[in-house]
């Protein structure tokens, strides 16, 4: 529109300055002729110098939140770049991309960094990607475009919270070194009484100090090293699941590993990626990295993993069974209300 509009000015003032004879108007049509030639050099002689990229490969978020991912403008150039377009992609896998618009400009000689908001409404990774970008001239007349091709990843993650967890020992299952209860086939001991605090579940209520002192105290029980738990993941159909359907499993499987480790000393999780494999997690930051294994692995290589008898396994349909019978069904309706405990 600028160009027309420049166009039109200068074959106007051309028109007037030679009708009337009036100098300035003919010094101006010039002028405005040979901008338009030297703004289209200038576009491209600085995008010659110009790159665009993302200023880490990696990122994260938790679900409901956004992920701040840095674009760095790099101007190799002795010129100044005052405006550059950036046409940015970022998606879910098998999921329609968002379209973010980016403008961006760095001094002579120098970089500039610019910071853009993902949201990030669903567990998984989401892909980001410079289509490409246009370097524009000091009058955003003409924009020289340019390819990219720069990728970086956001991993998004579920929040922190715990499902109420009851290892039953009375169910067999398979243990780290020799197959014992889930419960490691003793009581687990009590390590100190506590004044209960919100969030405690009810369970651990010491029912006798409770009703001496008239207030609630709560059991804190001593985790035994011997004590670890299995958890067996049927992920067949992840290379075709929307992103809020795999967004409640991940879920699902990031509160029962905290509720486990509650229990135990570890928890042990099976998958299958064209063989059965395992992670092992023994805190919250193994959780995410287990997660973030799960995310990074090709969907079409996900299995169902072999579970023994007496196995727990989790489907990605959000089902907790134990030898092909039902222990709970999760859906996204009622997984953020869960708060009774869940007897495995």
């Known amino acids: 529109m600028k160009k027309i509009l420049l166009l039109i000015f200068a074959a106007a003032a051309f028109y007037l300055g030679g009708a009337y004879r009036f100098t300035p108007l003919l010094v101006f049509a010039a002028a405005a002729a040979l901008l338009l030639p ?9 995008a010659k110098k110009t790159e665009v990229r993302f200023a880490r490969s990696e990122y994260s978020a938790e679900t409901g939140g956004e992920a701040a991912v840095s674009v760095i403008c790099e101007n190799g150039g002795r010129l100044p770049v005052t ?3 950036a046409d940015i992609s970022a998606a879910y896998p098998n999921s329609k991309p968002d379209k973010i ?3 961006i400009g760095a001094d002579a000689n120098s970089e500039q960094t610019k910071e853009i908001e993902i949201k ?4 998984g990774l989401i892909e980001l990607k410079i289509e490409k970008f246009r370097v524009c001239d000091w009058l955003n007349i003409f924009a020289a475009p340019k390819k990219c ?12 919270r715990e499902l109420d967890v009851s290892l039953s ?11 014992t209860g889930l419960g490691g086939g003793t009581d687990t001991e009590i390590k100190d009484i506590r004044e209960y605090e919100h969030g405690d579940s009810a369970r651990l209520i010491h029912r006798n100090r409770s009703a001496k002192t008239g207030e609630l105290w709560v059991k804190e029980l001593e985790k035994q090293a011997d004590i670890i738990a ?3 993941l049927d992920m067949s159909g992840a290379d075709a699941a929307e992103p809020r359907s ?3 499993f991940y879920e699902v499987l990031s509160a029962l590993a905290a509720g486990l480790l509650k229990n135990a000393a570890a928890v042990r999780i099976f998958y299958k990626s064209g063989e059965n494999r395992l992670i092992t997690a023994r805190n919250g930051e193994d959780i995410r990295g287990a997660l973030l294994e799960l995310y990074q692995t090709d969907p079409k290589s996900l299995g169902a993993a072999e579970v023994p008898s007496g196995g727990v396994s989790l489907g990605l349909d959000c089902r907790l069974s134990r030898d092909g019978k039902t222990i709970k069904k999760f859906t996204s309706d009622d997984f953020d209300a869960e708060s009774g405990v869940l007897e495995i």
């Not at 990030?120 to 567990?123: E, F, L, Q, R, T």
């Not at 956001?154 to 922190?160: D, T």
Request: proline share 6%; with cysteine; aromatic share 8%.
């Open 38 to 46: 030297t703004m289209f050099i200038l576009s491209r002689a600085l």
């Open 101 to 103: 618009k980016l403008q």
């Open 149 to 160: 091709g720069a990728v970086c990843r956001a991993a998004v993650y579920p929040k922190e």
């Open 120 to 123: 990030a409404p669903c567990c």
């Open 246 to 248: 795999a967004s409640l």
């Open 83 to 85: 405006r550059c377009r």
């Open 169 to 179: 020992p009375s169910h067999g299952m398979s243990g780290f070194a020799e197959r």
């Open 230 to 232: 299995e958890l067996y």
